[in-house]
C-alpha cells in the first residue's frame, strides 16, 4: 500500500464542507487502507472564523478568512472549491490550477458556463478537475460516464436530478396537496431555498444535464442550448389526471440521440405509473442510463444533503490524489476536450417527437371539439384518447383532456397557439410532454 501523504485545502465551510471534513479525519484509515493514499485536512478558509461552539470541531489553526492561504500554499496539493456562484468561484479556480494543484468541485453552475476554458486550463497544467459532487450528490454518475461506461455509445439518459421538485411533485401526488403549499413545506423542512427559482424553473436540473451530455456524448451543449421547464404550472388537477391515464409527473432531465442530434431537455413529464422512475420518491435521485453495450441501468440515492454529497467529494479527492502519486492519469472528459471534436451535434426543442398530453377549459358547448379536432389534423396530430370533465357552472366551461400520437414538437405548439386564439377557449391549455419507453 502507498501511504504518500497527499494536502487538501477546503474553499467554504459550509454544509458539505462540514460533512468532507468529517470525512477525511474520521475516515482517515479507512481511506488510506481502501484507496493506498493517505489524505491529510491541511486548510480550510471561510469567510468568518467557526466559534467554539460549532458542532464539528478542528483546531484553530486549520482555519483562515483569505482564500490565498489555501490556494498559494506549495504544501497544498489538491483545492476543493465549495462556496458556490461562479465568479469568485472561478477565479479561485482558475488560480488555483495555474498554481499546479488539482482542483474538486461541487459547482455545476461554474462548469455549466465555463467548463471549457476550466477544462481546457487544467489539461495545459496537467492537473484534474474533478466535480462528481456536481450531480445528483452521492451517486457516482459522473465516474460511471467518465470511465464504466466508456465503451458504450450511450443512446439516452433519463434523470430525476433536482430533489426540491421531486418532493413537491411527490407531495402533490401523495397528499393532494396543492403547489404552493407543498413548495412552503419543502422550504420548512429545508429541502427548498428560500428564493427557489433555480429549483423550480429547472435551470438547477438543466445546469446538470449540460455535464451528464458533456460525458455521454462527447458533445459540450451550452446552457442556453436546453430546452429548460419548470414545474411552477403543473396543477392538482394535472396530478389527478396524470393518474387517471396511468402516469405519474416527474421533472425530468433528457438527453438522447435523434437521428445525428442529441436532444437535450428539462421539463414536467408524464411517466408510466409502472415504471421504475414514477415510484422515485421525495428528495431522492436517479439516473437511468441506456449504453448499447451495457442496456439500460438505474442509479438511485440521496441527490443532496451534508454526508451524501460529501461522499462525492471525497470521492474526488481521492481520484485527484491517485493521480499526485502515480497510480493514475489525470485527464479531460471528452466533453471538453474540443469545441469542433464531436460528431454530433444538439437537436432543437422543435424537432423532437414524443406524445402529449393536453388539457383545454372550453366552452361546453356544441362544434367546440370538432374545432380543436380540425386543427389538430391540420398539423398532422391525431389524438389517441379524449376526456370530457364535469362543467363548471360559474363560466359553462368543461375541462377537455387529450392524449395524442407521437407528433413532432413544432406541429404541437403551432396548434396549441392557434387552439388557445378560439373564442371558445377561455384558459391557456396545459400541456405536458408523454415518455412512455423510459427504460424502467
Not at 471561510?46 to 490565498?68: I, N, Q, Y
Not at 455535464?211 to 446552457?223: H, S
Amino acid at each position: 500500500m502507498d501511504s504518500s501523504s497527499v494536502s487538501v485545502g477546503l474553499l467554504g465551510w459550509g454544509t458539505v464542507g462540514t460533512g468532507v471534513s468529517k470525512i477525511l479525519v474520521n475516515q482517515n484509515e479507512l481511506i488510506s487502507q481502501n484507496a493506498g493514499v493517505r489524505l491529510r485536512l491541511a486548510k480550510i478558509a471561510k469567510r468568518t472564523l467557526p466559534a467554539s461552539s460549532d458542532g464539528f470541531r478542528l483546531p484553530s489553526e486549520c482555519f483562515t478568512t483569505k482564500p490565498a492561504e489555501v490556494i498559494d500554499d506549495p504544501d497544498i496539493d489538491i483545492v476543493v472549491e465549495l462556496i458556490g456562484g461562479v465568479t469568485h468561484a472561478r477565479r479561485f479556480i482558475v488560480r488555483a490550477i495555474q498554481n499546479g494543484k488539482h482542483v474538486v468541485t461541487a459547482n455545476k453552475a461554474l462548469l455549466a458556463e465555463h467548463g471549457f476554458e476550466l477544462f481546457q486550463l487544467a489539461s495545459k497544467m496537467k492537473v484534474s478537475l474533478n466535480f462528481e459532487a456536481s450531480t445528483a450528490g452521492g451517486i457516482p454518475i459522473i465516474k460511471t460516464l467518465k470511465e464504466s461506461f466508456a465503451a458504450n455509445r450511450i443512446e439516452s439518459i433519463y434523470g430525476i436530478i433536482n430533489g426540491t421538485c421531486n418532493y413537491i411533485l411527490t407531495q402533490m401526488h401523495e397528499e393532494g396537496a396543492d403547489f404552493d403549499e407543498v413548495l412552503r413545506e419543502a422550504q420548512t423542512l429545508g429541502y427548498a431555498e428560500a428564493d427557489p427559482m433555480l429549483d423550480i424553473e429547472g435551470i438547477d436540473a438543466a445546469q446538470k444535464l449540460t455535464l451528464l451530455t458533456a460525458l455521454a456524448y462527447g458533445f459540450n451543449i451550452p446552457l442556453r442550448g436546453i430546452y429548460t421547464e419548470g414545474v411552477t404550472k403543473i396543477t392538482q388537477k394535472e396530478i389527478q389526471h396524470a393518474h387517471e391515464l396511468g402516469y405519474v409527473i416527474k421533472l425530468l432531465a433528457i438527453a438522447k440521440r435523434n437521428r445525428g442530434k442529441i436532444e437535450a431537455r428539462v421539463h414536467p413529464t408524464m411517466v408510466p405509473v409502472r415504471s421504475m422512475l414514477a415510484n422515485v420518491g421525495g428528495a431522492f435521485n436517479t439516473v437511468c442510463v441506456i449504453g448499447d453495450a451495457v442496456g439500460p441501468t438505474l442509479f438511485y440515492g440521496q441527490g443532496a444533503g451534508e454526508m451524501p454529497t460529501a461522499s462525492a467529494v471525497v470521492a474526488d479527492i481521492i481520484d485527484s490524489a491517485k493521480s499526485i502519486c502515480g497510480h493514475t492519469d489525470a485527464h479531460v472528459p471528452r466533453g471538453w476536450l474540443s469545441e469542433s471534436q464531436s460528431d454530433v451535434s444538439a437537436c432543437p426543442i422543435d424537432a423532437i417527437e414524443t406524445r402529449y398530453y393536453v388539457r383545454l377549459m372550453a366552452l361546453d358547448q356544441p362544434g367546440v371539439l370538432a374545432q380543436v379536432s380540425s386543427i389538430f389534423s391540420a398539423h398532422n396530430i391525431s389524438i389517441a384518447s379524449l376526456i370530457q370533465k364535469e362543467r363548471h357552472e360559474t363560466d359553462g366551461t368543461a375541462s377537455i383532456v387529450m392524449v395524442t400520437h407521437e407528433a413532432i414538437e413544432k406541429d404541437m405548439q403551432a396548434a396549441m397557439q392557434k387552439i388557445d386564439a378560439l373564442d371558445t377557449i377561455k384558459r391557456t391549455s396545459q400541456l405536458i410532454r408523454i415518455e412512455d419507453e423510459v427504460a424502467f
